[in-house]
Nanobody, 115 residues
Framework: QVHLVESGGGLAQAGGSLSLSCAASGRFSGIIAMAWYRQAPGKQRELVAVVNRSGSTEYTDPVKGRFTISRDNAKNTVYLQMNSLKSEDTAVYYC?????????WGKGTLVTVSS
């Protein structure tokens, strides 16, 4: 069982910055990938960014150049630095990982960007 706890988020003005973090705890070893998803009101959940154990990353096009995902393997923690925020970034952001074929999700943290 893996437990994901997100922190960060909140309210920011357009053009501003916010950071998110997510710590994984439980009985597991060697998490391969960790990611951030988001779900805006009335929309489906979408992948924002993913980072694997070696540090390689991928981003959805709308956030490229603005968001940075990183991880600390020793702490089993993933981070998302969000810069140049836009109103369309407003969403609930969820942390994700997979251990032994099972998906695990955090409870989500709300990010609101005011224009």
């Amino acid at each position: 069982q893996v437990h994901l706890v997100e922190s960060g988020g909140g309210l920011a003005q357009a053009g501003g910055s916010l950071s998110l973090s997510c710590a994984a705890s439980g009985r597991f070893s060697g998490i391969i990938a960790m990611a951030w998803y988001r779900q805006a009101p009335g929309k489906q959940r979408e992948l924002v960014a993913v980072v694997n154990r070696s540090g390689s990353t991928e981003y959805t096009d709308p956030v490229k150049g603005r968001f940075t995902i990183s991880r600390d393997n020793a702490k089993n923690t993933v981070y998302l630095q969000m810069n140049s925020l836009k109103s369309e970034d407003t969403a609930v952001y969820y942390c994700w990982t997979m251990v032994f074929g099972t998906n695990y999700w955090g409870k989500g943290t709300l990010v609101t960007v005011s224009s």
